[in-house]
């Protein structure tokens, strides 16, 4: 008995100290974030300016400032042409220095799949092997009588983004290039024919971008009624004749068409009209076949493979240089057709689809209905294409080289977004800067939902993207709450869009943008200097989102079909519509595709990356195929719980007619009925349920319930909310083996004190904050249940980490959750202020009293653009008490913009959001203190100044002869840039420290 005991205590102790071995790790990891966790920048390049000074300085830069990876990408965007010729020996020579250069400070490259910000195509991609699409021509005659039958040639489409983005030499291929498919005739139905109407969409002519443009649909929908119409007002299929083979070299038919009224249509391929965009000029060409291996792989072979020759296989171990590729968001619009599509689709659909091609044009054969099914098995066949011979090539290519492929899923795609992403080995976002851009907040809960269901510990952002009228306004403090926002969607690296390759002298700053595009996030900002401090935030926030699984309850199944923009309800979102937050009850959503991989344990939808479910939520679509059908049977006859009404159709015309009664058979069974009930009824299948009926059934914008309805399933099956706070606080949870993780932010510039009731009970609840590293216990706590509830304090859009630690006893000497911080002294009085004098402000002035930059009458202050230096002494106040574990800290109040104390010779570190406070309890004095504070604000007001002199910059798209000659510059300007923002009018931008600036004393 006493050998079991001991048995019991080692294996007890020897499992707590795993544990805490584990924990350990954890928490260095989160002090001191290893390279993985780093944030990234797209590093743009501008049409030939570069050099191989300008790269290792930008890399050199990134590294200091904590930088981690990089999107490498050239485009030509309002920067005169360089003199290094795109994909010249030169310029593979200086890519190749790039990538010796970012394994040599272990920055990770992914390479964009071609020239441009979009797309995989280039001026190598002949016509033939490019996006094409199926038009063509009518011509309507009376039979009856030998007469010659002129067939025109069908013309285009216009391509999407106008012709003015075509070369000379592309506009003549495009114009120039047809190919011959088919030739059908058919009587001419007797009443006029009805059109299928947004046949453009629905036969994938065009998708226009979901984010920028309005009225854009997110999904097109499927129904199981149709009107009914006059069988003579469409086309009789069994009369249709393929004339094929009776098509002459000059357009004309050999054919004598019977008596009565026939209508001839000519079929034909022609591209698309898609270009790389916006490459660089020896970049510019048709983009790749999105349907054909042969034409994609001669693509990566022209770019990819050749810069791969030129760099060398990739070392996987290696921390550093190229390690993925990149698909960015699909900007190239849709394709139809490839000439192998009619094999492809009889192959995927069991059924050639010769004859329904005049649906192609809208026309209506056999019935409204038997056309829409047709266009929905032609999506689906190019989806198909698209994810296997596109995206999969990709993949399959980048993996021959030991290389990932990341993708943006999201805006023109004509797949379903969910689908597209679950290729990518990394799922991907974007979203822009909040009243800077789109809103594209839609993409981070694509991504988040792929890389969760698809068990990816890596989701990646586009982030900050920005536009027009962002002018170097943005900065650590600003983006904050956004950024925090992006964490709590399930985002975990932020790719800062953009660091634009500074290829000018370090003198010419802020120097060259990316036309009106980006936040501007590389070296020659103002307070990059000071920027480590806010990436160690980042970093460190980044590193524990990528530890574990993601906790959600609700998966919502998006409906089959293409193409598909994934929403969830809107009433599952809290807050604004850029930046929604997630409500209690955690979700994601998931694509058919996904679904078939999961299983059920214990009453939960289980994937094999580990994330799990305890409620499927169907779309409100009447149509499903048989296949998926019988999966999601299969799933709640092994105990899955599953909210929505049956379908009553297939959605295509695969197995038609007998696969409408399969669906409704297999609907019978798993539902009990047909029949929708006017109340919400459970039904048991199996071990599993479907809950239907009543309100659940009820939709106005949305394909899912009201979240209220299905937060009261959940409740009934006794699972409380993940989290409750009062509306000011936002969250995300992991969780490990031996730790719940929530992420907590304060989506509010207003101090928060509220209570906080999180799911778990798993251990002791420590507070980890990312911006010091530090982490200590939350001792104040009430445990009832399932629930842990805390009494926690948040400062403006301050945010940090709850973590309940398994079998880790907490570390604390008093048993409050938060301190409260008394003002001991305030540092009132003169200040000596350094400015730089090169650009424009004077080396010494006194401050009689802390003021805004731009209220000081000296314009070299004015208009000042940099860092300034405060300095003061002081002393301690006398009889400042001194108990044990008690702080001391210097608060700056308002700063505008950021930041890095300095006292008695000791760097405390940089100060960028709120609280703006520094701990200087190891490096004060009693007496005689040396304050230094450097500040730096933005470069705006120092560019207004400017506009008061001369403009010496870029003219008609050419250089300035100063510039390009090496003549002095005579304008007295102190900034220069490629692209303009402001004028001598425009607003000035509050500058400086402004305080109060205070000592202050914690009560533990």
Request: hydrophobic share 35%.
């Amino acid at each position: 008995m006493h050998r079991v005991f001991i048995s019991v205590l080692v294996l007890g102790s020897c499992y707590l100290n795993a544990v805490n071995a584990q924990i350990s790790k954890l928490k260095q990891g989160f002090l001191h974030p290893p390279d993985s966790a780093k944030p990234g920048v797209y590093w743009y390049f501008m049409d030939g300016n570069m050099s191989a000074r300008s790269i290792s300085e930008d890399l050199e830069a990134m590294k200091k400032a904590g930088i981690g990876n990089l999107v490498f990408l050239e485009v030509n965007v309002g920067i005169p042409r360089g003199k290094v010729e795109f994909l010249s020996d030169e310029w593979q020579e200086l890519f190749a220095h790039a990538v010796k250069e970012s394994k040599r400070l272990g920055i990770e490259i992914t390479l964009g799949i071609g020239p441009g910000w979009t797309g995989s195509g280039g001026p190598w991609v002949p016509i033939e092997q490019s996006m094409q699409h199926l038009v063509s021509s009518t011509v309507n005659i009376a039979g009856g009588g030998k007469r010659a039958i002129n067939l025109p040639i069908p013309a285009p489409k216009p391509p999407y983004f106008g012709e003015g983005a075509f070369t000379p030499e592309l506009k003549k291929q495009w114009d120039d290039f047809y190919e011959d498919v088919a030739v059908l005739a058919y009587p001419t139905p007797s009443l006029p024919s009805s059109k299928i109407t947004d046949i453009d969409e629905k036969a994938l002519y065009y998708r226009a971008p979901y984010s920028s443009v309005k009225g854009v649909k997110q999904y097109l929908p499927t129904v199981a009624e149709y009107k009914d119409m006059p069988k003579n007002a469409a086309i009789d299929k069994s009369k249709i004749i393929d004339l094929t083979d009776k098509l002459r070299a000059d357009g004309t038919l050999n054919w004598t068409a019977p008596k009565g009224n026939w209508t001839i249509i000519r079929f034909g391929r022609r591209n698309n009209g898609a270009i790389t965009r916006p490459a660089p000029v020896p970049g510019l060409g048709f983009e790749a076949d999105k349907f054909d291996t042969v034409a994609l792989n001669a693509h990566l072979d022209n770019y990819v493979g050749k810069l791969v020759n030129k760099t060398g296989r990739p070392d996987v171990g290696e921390a550093g240089g190229l390690k993925r590729l990149h698909m960015d968001s699909w900007e190239m619009g849709a394709q139809n057709w490839t000439p192998h599509f009619r094999e492809e689709f009889k192959k995927r659909r069991g059924y050639d689809p010769l004859p329904y091609y005049p649906v192609y044009a809208g026309n209506v054969v056999e019935s409204e209905e038997i056309s829409e099914r047709f266009l929905w098995d032609l999506r689906q066949t190019a989806q198909e294409l698209v994810l296997e011979n596109h995206a999969g090539q990709v993949k399959k290519y980048a993996h021959k080289f030991g290389l990932e492929l990341s993708i943006e899923p999201y805006d023109m795609n004509p797949t379903a977004d969910l689908e597209l992403g679950s290729v990518a080995d990394v799922p991907m976002a974007e979203f822009w800067n909040k009243g800077l851009g789109f809103n594209s907040s839609f993409s981070c809960i694509e991504a988040t939902s792929i890389g969760h269901v698809n068990g990816k510990s890596l989701v990646p952002a586009e982030a900050f993207t920005a536009q027009d009228n962002e002018g170097w306004k943005q900065y650590p403090g600003a983006m904050k709450n956004q950024g925090d926002w992006a964490f709590a969607t399930g985002i975990n690296r932020f790719v800062y869009h953009t660091f634009q390759n500074q290829f000018l002298a370090d003198s010419l700053r802020p120097g060259a943008t990316m036309g009106p595009y980006g936040v501007h996030w590389d070296r020659n900002q103002t307070w990059w200097p000071m920027v480590g401090g806010y990436h160690d935030y980042i970093s460190r926030c980044q590193y524990i989102l990528q530890q574990g699984q993601a906790v959600a309850d609700i998966l919502y199944l998006s409906p089959e079909g293409s193409p598909h923009v994934f929403r969830p309800p809107s009433s599952a979102m809290d807050g604004d519509l850029v930046l929604p937050d997630r409500k209690g009850y955690n979700f994601d959503g998931c694509s058919p595709g996904q679904l078939y991989k999961a299983i059920v344990k214990n009453k939960k939808i289980v994937f094999p990356g580990g994330s799990s479910y305890r409620l499927l939520v169907l779309p409100a679509i009447k149509t499903m195929t048989p296949a998926l059908l019988q999966k999601i049977t299969s799933l709640v006859n092994d105990g899955a719980v599953v909210v929505g009404a049956p379908p009553l159709k297939s959605p295509g015309l695969s197995g038609y007619p007998s696969c409408d009664e399969q669906v409704r058979t297999i609907s019978r069974s798993l539902w009990g009925t047909l029949q929708e009930p006017s109340e919400q009824i459970t039904h048991t299948y199996g071990k599993g349920k479907i809950i239907w009926g009543g309100s659940l059934d009820t939709q106005i914008n949305d394909l899912y319930p009201e979240y209220d309805l299905t937060a009261q399933i959940l409740k009934s099956m006794n699972v409380e909310q993940d989290f409750t706070a009062d509306g000011q606080l936002r969250y995300t949870h992991r969780y490990t083996d031996d730790m719940d993780i929530y992420f907590v932010s304060n989506r509010t510039d207003q101090v928060v004190q509220t209570d906080v009731s999180f799911r778990s009970v798993k251990g002791h609840a420590q507070l980890w904050d990312p911006i010091t590293g530090e982490s200590r216990a939350l001792p104040e706590c009430v445990v009832k249940g399932q629930l842990t509830t805390l009494p926690l304090k948040f400062d403006a859009y301050q945010s940090y980490f709850v973590c309940f630690v398994n079998n880790v006893l907490p570390v604390s000497s008093t048993n409050k959750n938060f301190s409260i911080n008394k003002v001991v002294k305030t540092l009132a009085g003169p200040w000596l202020v350094s400015f730089d004098p090169k650009w424009g402000g004077p080396p010494n002035i006194v401050f009689n009293e802390l003021k805004d930059w731009t209220q000081r009458t000296e314009e070299g202050i004015k208009y000042y653009s940099g860092t300034a230096v405060y300095h003061k002494i002081f002393d301690l106040p006398r009889n400042l008490s001194s108990k044990e574990n008690q702080r001391l800290y210097l608060d700056l109040g308002e700063i505008k913009n950021m930041g890095r104390v300095i006292l008695n010779g000791k760097n405390l570190g940089v100060t960028w959001t709120a609280p703006f406070r520094v701990d200087i309890t190891n490096a004060v004095l009693e007496k005689q203190n040396h304050l230094e504070i450097e500040v730096v604000n933005l470069w705006p007001n120092r560019l207004i100044g400017d506009e008061n002199f001369p403009d010496d910059g870029i003219n008609n798209g050419k250089w300035p002869d100063w510039l390009t000659k090496g003549l002095p510059r005579t304008s007295h300007r102190f900034t220069f840039s490629t692209y303009k923002f402001y004028t001598k009018d425009s607003p000035l931008l509050k500058s400086g420290l402004i305080g109060p600036v205070t000592i202050q004393q914690s009560d533990f």
